[in-house]
């Protein structure tokens, strides 16, 4: 700490943030440039922040979620040019300091200069107060009282030097001058440190439980239904029941097993998701008549998912509404994924509330894995016997071209045709599956490249001539007791698809658009799909408000059915 050598007295307070800054002793990750607005910034803002941006995640797009959408990303997002790197690599108090004297943060003059300097004197302020010297002395804490709640009203919101009011430079101007009387009075440099440890640990301990109440409360909203969603399948269920059977019936079912048509499989329990997912296929289509969508979901949603595209069909295109239960060949006896689903030890990992605790990884508690709909996929040469290619489409996708040139494309003797994913470290194999288990490392290549479920056609054909359900089956058998992964469908899909992925051209589909607020703008506007995977789903409050118009331009908000449910863009 630089001190004077004639002179005990304690530094101001800006000069003793140089101490945070060059000491490793603290270890401060968030405030590492001297910047003391930020340790203000989360005693005053992190409950706001905490409320507006419910956002976490887990497994691949999670963990992006983490770095680039919750409270912890956003206060590293405000530090100054050149920081954020070294912030995020966690550099030694030297690197620290090179990045603060950086020429080029001297010349610019930051847009919240003031802002951020109203902030330090906050900052500085509650440090006198707290102070013994400063508590002794009546005149200068009632003096300081008054000028904190000034400077506090006189900030607000405000982020930049703009949005502060006109009189904000005399009140910046009153504290400075009575923070300069406490610094005549307070000459204890020790007790200033003390406190200021004292607050920095305090503020670290708030983020971290900050931290961990957004990711349980965010988890908990991707999973609830909001209740127009709720709503509109009991609306339209009592509707379909007033239908006589001949009324009850799709058009045009003889092309569902031509094989000359384009076929997609759509598995969701989301009536107004699979409707976005049709309506934008078809509205770039160049024949609509020539495209066929089959939809199979749950028992409680089959007759409202009949209903909706009963009632708003889409176009000359074809549509085929199963209920899943239809398939009985599907059972515990055949399917080793249906099995374990079912089992007591499965149930009691999900609902057990004492064992919450147990996996950090609230991603993987997640009772949608319970739903057979998600394994749907590993089973598409039983569900379409006669058919030798389908698309399979994610319901939280939204198309923006036509798709039928993926059907002529020549997959090389593959089965899936998919989008890789392995732009950055996190999307490689390593990531989704236990390498430390002895049958993953013999069998696979901890950096090979994961790719994208959402939008894959697969050759049904060549499944067929490969067995490909088999393997399947052979690796859910494997993981009945999930050493090998974590419950989800993409590790299967990588061990079953294993060696057997024709990688697509990027702009075919687009991720991120559920967790990363950044995916690039001019990628999701020359991409055939996009894709919400994640959290912020964009038919939930918590969706990144930028992306949702993408998704709600194929809702017509004016169907009577949504009215009457309160469903509004």
């Known amino acids: 700490m630089l001190i004077s050598s004639s002179s005990r007295r304690c530094l101001a307070i800006p000069d003793i943030s140089m101490f945070f800054t060059r000491s490793n002793a603290f270890n401060v990750q968030f405030f590492a440039a001297g910047n003391f607005h930020r340790l203000e910034r989360t005693h005053w803002s992190l409950t706001r922040e905490h409320k507006s941006t419910r956002v976490l995640s887990a497994t691949d797009e999670e963990r992006q979620q983490q770095q680039l959408y919750n409270p912890i990303r956003q206060v590293i997002d405000r530090a ?5 790197t070294t912030l995020d690599s966690h550099p030694n108090a030297s690197d620290i300091s090179e990045h603060s004297d950086n020429k080029h943060d001297r010349l610019t003059e930051p847009a919240d200069a003031q802002v951020r300097h109203l902030k330090d004197q906050l900052i500085r302020a509650k440090v006198y107060l707290s102070l013994p010297a400063i508590k002794n002395n009546p005149h200068v804490t009632r003096e300081l009282r008054l000028r904190v709640k000034e400077v506090t009203r006189a900030l607000g919101d405000a982020t930049k030097d703009s949005d502060l009011p006109k009189n904000a430079v005399d009140k910046l101007k009153a504290m400075d001058q009575s923070l300069e009387k406490g610094k005549q009075i307070q000459d204890d440099c020790a007790a200033v440190v003390k406190k200021l440890r004292a607050m920095l640990h305090s503020s670290e301990e708030q983020l971290r439980v900050h931290k961990k109440q957004t990711m349980f409360l965010t988890q908990l909203t991707a999973k609830t239904l909001p209740k127009g969603l709720h709503c509109l399948p009991l609306r339209l269920t009592t509707e379909y029941y007033t239908l006589n059977s001949s009324q009850q019936n799709f058009p045009n079912q003889q092309k569902l097993e031509d094989p000359r048509l384009y076929h997609y499989a759509l ?8 409707a976005v997912v049709v309506n934008s296929t078809i509205s770039h289509a160049k024949h609509p008549s020539d495209h066929v969508f089959h939809i199979v979901t749950d028992r409680l949603n089959y007759a409202a998912m009949r209903m909706w595209f009963l009632t708003n069909p889409p176009g000359k295109a074809t549509i085929q509404v199963q209920n899943i239960e239809e398939f009985t060949w599907l059972n515990s006896s055949y399917s080793p994924v249906l099995k374990q689903l079912g089992s007591p030890s ?4 999900y609902f057990r509330a004492h064992r919450a605790s147990s996996d950090s990884n609230l991603k993987f508690r997640n009772p949608k894995y319970l739903s057979i709909l ?17 698309l399979f489409l994610d319901d939280d996708i939204v198309v923006q071209k ?6 002529s494309l020549d997959l090389k003797g593959n089965v899936n045709g998919a989008v890789e994913t392995c732009g950055e470290s996190f999307h490689r194999f390593d990531r989704y599956l236990n390498f430390s288990n002895p049958l993953i490392s013999k069998n696979f290549d901890p950096h090979a490249c994961g790719w994208a479920y959402g939008m894959n056609i697969f050759d049904l054909a060549e499944w067929r001539r490969q067995n490909i359900t088999e393997v399947y089956h052979r690796w859910q058998r494997l993981n009945r007791d999930r050493q090998l992964w974590k419950l989800g469908t993409l590790p299967p899909g990588l061990i079953t698809f294993w060696k057997r992925t024709y990688s697509l051209d990027k702009s075919w589909h687009v991720l991120g658009l559920g967790y990363n607020p950044n995916v690039n703008q001019r990628e999701i506007d020359r991409a055939a799909v996009i894709h919400y995977n994640g959290n912020l789903k964009p038919w939930l409050e918590i969706g990144i408000p930028k992306y949702k118009i993408y998704w709600a331009k194929y809702v017509d908000y004016e169907t009577v059915y949504l009215r009457e449910c309160n469903i509004n863009p």
Not at 80 to 84: D, K, N, S
Not at 402 to 407: I, Y
């Open 80 to 84: 100054p040019p050149g920081l954020t």
């Open 267 to 274: 598995f969701s329990d989301n009536i107004l998701a699979a």
């Open 346 to 349: 499965m149930i009691d990992y």
């Open 374 to 390: 998600n394994h749907l996929r590993f089973y598409l040469p039983e569900i379409f016997p006669k058919l030798n290619k389908v």
């Open 402 to 407: 036509d798709l039928t040139g993926l059907w």
